[in-house]
Structures are given as structure tokens and as C-alpha cells.
């Protein structure tokens, strides 16, 4: 199995606390970092520039980052995660 690779990320423009990554197999994933948010690097996030990816992390300018699979197990520990994780009309 080839390990899966970040696309893209951005903010989204309606939760400062919320990323969008998209997956190079179409997936695209809503993360709500508030869970992160009582560490000083993640409380930051929401007054940075826009996020960055490497394709295997999501990173800001002040340090912070996530890998996939961190991404990954965020995702499977918020509420309903199958509505979060939307096949990208693939």
C-alpha cells in the first residue's frame, strides 16, 4: 500500500480553527485543531498566514505542524468523522 501524500491546505475562511487537506486521492478533510489548541504553537494558528504542506505534514510559519497520520487520528477521535471525510466526487 503507497502511502498517501497532502495536496493542499488551507484556512477555512469560516472557522479560524479549521484546516482543509486534500489528499492525492481525492479526499478532502474539515480538521478542527481546537483540541490543539492549549498548545502555545496551535493557539497561535488562528493571526498566522496561511498553512503550508510538505505532502506528508501541514506546517505554519511559527513551528507548528501535523503529520498525516496525526491528521489522520484527529480525524477518527472528532464527532462523526464519515462527515468530516468526503470523497472528493471520486
Not at 72 to 82: G, K
Request: charged share 25%; net charge negative; proline share 7%.
Amino acid at each position: 500500500m503507497s502511502k498517501r501524500k497532502i495536496l493542499s491546505a488551507q484556512a477555512n475562511d469560516g472557522n479560524p480553527n479549521e484546516i482543509i487537506v486534500e489528499l492525492d486521492n481525492g479526499a478532502t478533510i474539515l480538521l478542527d485543531l481546537g483540541p490543539k489548541t492549549g498548545v502555545p504553537l496551535f493557539a497561535e494558528i488562528p493571526g498566522l498566514c496561511l498553512p503550508c504542506t510538505d505532502g506528508e505534514r501541514v506546517y505554519w510559519v511559527n513551528g507548528a505542524s501535523l503529520h498525516l497520520d496525526e491528521i489522520m487520528e484527529m480525524l477518527t477521535e472528532q464527532t462523526d468523522p464519515e462527515i468530516k471525510l468526503k470523497n472528493g466526487g471520486k
